[in-house]
């Protein structure tokens, strides 16, 4: 039996340095810290070579967000962020069999995700034979040849499950789809089921659509610009572009979210500095510092003044929505006093900044896991939905709902199938252009598959990019999941946790990145993704791949499937021949991508289809815009309990640890600390520093988490935050939001305790 490797990453155990929390966000430090990155792992050629190709028109798409492109790019098209994406993408460091040869994972699980993440690409498919502790290369063929068994011995194809992590493009999460489809099962969980997935369901359920309803150049047209619970200037940083530019054409900006984040205070594009422009650019003109979960009062407060003011848009209320009267009921019958302690936020504040949402013409709101990422996260975005239909704030100049996506095409992926509950008119689509039949029964999403693992009822878990047990939930609990798996893969780039925490047997393929060359028999490929706003358009490589042996992602599924069904109507290797045939079936199979190997060829792509954006048309089940009515969520708490939530620092992506410094928060060298109200700490008598445990609680099961160090931080009193994936241990797999199931990353009850060890241990009770 294989001893375990250690799931929770360990600190870097650097010394912890608090320093000022900054005021203004890019600047030059940005650029320091883009070259810095880019310098220490790619050297200057590969530096310049990439920083001058991302996001340009026959370049690459940034791995990074999935923020729109302007139509007229500037010659560095990319911000900080996506800087350090991209140099950690095209690092010359190498995981080689030789460096799997020095270190068994138990080994590498002792070294923190940051540290993992600076080994590198990976070089050759790798193997971990059951009861080993040392991963071995194998052949491709091999390794196929062993999936495929696999597979193929499962008693039935909902023994199986496929993630799909949101850098997959459209090419390969379309044959990745119908690959999965053909082997009979829809466990097909992906990412956003722990991001947007309440977005979609909130979005879907009022307008239609799952998807925003913004074009970019809206943001030069709106009067006001809601941001909740984002912090672009870190997660979307080129989104401070677009609100500086608005803001330059008399926009009012309201920053609502717990901390005062610097990318919505000020703003200095680096590259005014070129065009001797040294001034900045104040971005927010209001902070609503909203407690954790009182994002749906403070919108019920809105509601009701936008009524008392007026400015309703009467016309469209009655001519294209429906339960207007329901919704306004229960907001009139909301008290006031409810409103203010739930939010944290004294009724000025919610009044004057409700009246000039009130008189606005043209109003979007924005969103991320601020929302998405609470208990009623479905419900409050169907509050911003009410608040924005009042004033007829959709499929107009200016206005819209713009649900901001954080993966660079987590929203290609679910509009080309990577869904493990697609409506029938989807799947019937699906079959007519496959000439597949396609399963009818909801599979998997993330938080299921956790728990199939652990009741042992997955015998192979695929995933497609990503790092599954970093970006999940209960990571111990997940943990014990994957082990029970017969047989993991892993399609990566570079070295990570989950190769670590494993199945009993595991593999690891290697695929080209974003910034690499894809070769195929016809010659260069390219693939497609879409954006936040829904526009599909092209990424091409330009680097020689890190090693000979690296494969493409839609390379690997079309030749794998190849090997599951020799007699399939799909002649899967042709298709990876050249991806114009893979986009010509995904026109038969999909709506909306008519014309496509034409149309993404044309500068900036294509929109796809957006009815309450294009025509203020709604296809929900009555055909119009849906008010709707939610009561007020639980935000109390008892007195000796805080409210937490997991955030990134300015040096992380997802699951990705770049390096050690939060630089806008002015915190560096430690990542396993509590960010809390000096009030909250005074009350308990402690001081920057003080190590203390942290229990969460939730249905009478608690999980403690050794030895963090506190900082005293701008956050409302009740309210503390913490990095993932350190904190994921700390989220109970089954505290989900209702209806779309998402962790509830943002709202975890828990209790602070001064340490008892110096130990981090990590348990369960
Ligand atoms: S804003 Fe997002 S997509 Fe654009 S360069 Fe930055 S990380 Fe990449």
Excluded at 217 to 238: C, K, M, S, W, Y
Aim: with cysteine; aromatic share 6%.
């Amino acid at each position: 039996m294989r001893e375990h490797a250690r799931a929770v990453t360990p600190p870097d155990n650097l010394p912890l340095r608090i320093g000022k929390k900054k005021t203004m966000a890019a600047g030059i430090p940005a650029v320091t810290s883009s070259l810095k990155h880019g310098l220490q792992k790619m050297g200057v050629t590969r530096t310049l070579k990439t920083l001058t190709m991302v996001n340009q028109l026959d370049g690459f798409d940034c791995p990074g967000c999935a923020w729109p492109d302007p139509s007229h790019r500037t010659q560095f098209e990319f911000c900080e962020n996506g800087a350090k994406a991209v140099a950690d993408e095209a690092t010359k460091a190498r995981v080689t069999p030789e460096f799997f040869s020095k270190h068994s994972i138990q080994s590498l699980a002792e070294k923190s995700d940051y540290w993992l993440n600076k080994q590198g690409r990976i070089t050759h498919p790798m193997l971990l034979k059951n009861g080993e502790s040392h991963y071995l290369p194998i052949n491709w063929e091999d390794a196929f040849e062993l999936i495929a068994s696999k597979i193929n011995e499962a008693k039935n194809p909902d023994r199986l499950v496929f993630y799909t992590s949101g850098r997959t493009s459209n090419e390969a999460a379309f044959l990745y789809q119908a690959m999965v489809r053909s082997i009979g099962t829809n466990n097909l969980p992906d990412c956003s089921n722990m991001c947007h997935e309440s977005s979609g369901k909130g979005l879907g359920g009022s307008i239609g659509i799952g998807k925003g309803t913004v074009h970019l150049d809206d943001f030069n047209h709106a009067e006001v610009i809601l941001v909740i619970g984002q912090n672009p200037g870190t997660n979307h940083p080129r989104m401070l572009t677009a609100l500086r530019d608005a803001k330059k054409n008399g926009a009012t900006i309201v920053h609502i979210n717990p901390l005062p984040e610097a990318g919505l205070e000020r703003f200095k594009h680096p590259q005014d500095y070129m065009k001797m422009d040294f001034s900045s650019t104040q971005l927010s003109d209001f902070h609503l510092p909203v407690r954790i979960g009182g994002d749906a009062a403070l919108l019920k407060g809105f509601i009701k003044i936008h009524e008392e003011i007026g400015h309703l848009d009467t016309d469209f209320i009655q001519r294209s929505t429906s339960g207007f009267d329901e919704m306004m009921k229960n907001a009139r019958s909301t008290a006031w006093e409810t409103i203010t302690s739930d939010s944290g936020l004294s009724h000025e504040q919610i009044v004057e900044v409700g009246e000039i949402i009130a008189r606005s013409k043209a109003t979007i709101a924005c969103w991320a896991m601020g929302l998405t990422q609470q208990p009623n996260g479905v419900a409050v975005i169907q509050e911003v939905v009410n608040l924005l239909l009042m004033g007829g704030h959709v499929g107009k100049p200016g206005a819209g709902l713009c649900p901001v996506r954080g993966h660079s095409n987590v929203q290609g992926d679910r509009t080309v199938g990577i869904w493990e509950a697609p409506p029938v008119a989807f799947l019937e689509r699906m079959e007519k252009g496959l000439n597949i039949p396609m399963p009818r029964e909801h599979g998997f999403d993330v938080v299921r598959s956790i728990q199939a693992m652990r009741n042992g009822i997955v015998d192979v878990f695929f995933c497609m990019g990503g790092n599954f047990i970093s970006a999940t939930p209960d990571t111990n609990a997940t943990a014990e999941g994957l082990r029970n798996v017969g047989l993991t893969v892993q399609v990566s780039t570079k070295l990570n946790r989950s190769h670590l925490v494993t199945g009993k047997t595991a593999l690891i393929l290697p695929c080209l990145g974003r910034t690499e060359r894809d070769m195929q028999a016809s010659g260069q490929q390219f693939v497609t993704v879409e954006n936040s706003m829904g526009i599909v358009h092209m990424s091409k490589g330009t680097l020689e791949p890190s090693s000979q042996l690296l494969k493409s992602e839609p390379w690997i599924v079309a030749n794998l499937s190849e090997r599951l069904f020799p007699e399939s109507v799909i002649d899967w290797k042709a298709l990876t021949e050249d991806y114009d045939a893979i986009r010509e079936l995904m026109e038969q199979s999909l709506e909306g991508f008519d014309n496509y190997n034409e149309r993404v060829r044309r500068e900036n792509g294509f929109l796809l289809p957006n009815p309450p954006r294009d025509s203020r048309t709604f296809s929900t089940p009555t055909g119009k815009a849906h008010f709707t009515t939610h009561e007020l969520p639980n935000v109390s708490l008892d007195s000796d309990q805080y409210v937490m939530m997991t955030i990134r620092s300015h040096d992380q992506y997802n699951t990705t640890i770049y390096d050690l410094n939060d630089r806008y928060r002015g915190i560096s060298g430690n990542r396993r600390v509590v960010l809390m109200n000096a009030l909250d700490m005074a009350d308990r008598g402690w001081k920057n520093r003080q190590v203390v445990s942290i229990t969460s609680h939730f249905d009478g099961k608690q999980r403690t988490a050794e030895h963090w160090q506190l900082i005293s931080y701008s956050i409302p009193r009740g309210n503390v935050a913490t990095y993932f994936p350190e904190a994921n241990v700390l989220v109970p797999l089954e505290s989900t939001a209702k209806i779309s199931n998402t962790p509830t990353s943002k709202w975890i009850i828990v209790t602070l305790s001064e340490a008892t060890s110096d130990d981090f241990g990590d348990e369960q009770e």
